[in-house]
């Protein structure tokens, strides 16, 4: 089993930066991936960035690309999103998520951290 705990959200400004950061716990060996998605009222859940351990690579959706990157810290599993030159579409709840592989695929989710962008 995996839990994810996430942190970094809050209110800012347009034009202004947050990181949020996400630390996985439990059974992290079995860990493979990480990404991070985002939901506002009316809209899907929808991916933001991805990144797969160990040289797999990064992706990022359309909206944010050159302005938000994810990392991650292979040792303490945990995933990082600087986001920067923030809009007010940015406005969401943020969920860390995690891929993992053991005895067959399995996904884990944190609990959302709310991000809000406004003058």
């Known amino acids: 089993q995996v839990q994810l705990a996430e942190s970094g959200g809050g209110l800012v400004q347009p034009g202004g930066s947050l990181r949020l950061s996400c630390e996985a716990s439990g059974t992290t060996f079995s860990i493979y991936g990480m990404g991070w998605y985002r939901q506002i009222p009316d809209k899907a859940r929808e991916l933001v960035a991805k990144i797969i351990h160990h040289g797999g690579g990064a992706e990022y959706a359309d909206a944010v690309k050159d302005r938000f990157s994810i990392s991650i810290d292979d040792a303490s599993k945990t995933v990082y999103l600087q986001m920067s030159s923030l809009k007010e579409e940015d406005t969401a709840i943020y969920y860390c998520?995690?891929?993992?592989?053991?005895?067959?695929?399995?996904?884990?989710w944190g609990q959302g951290t709310q991000v809000t962008v406004a003058s």
């Open positions: 998520h995690a891929q993992a592989f053991a005895d067959g695929p399995l996904e884990y």
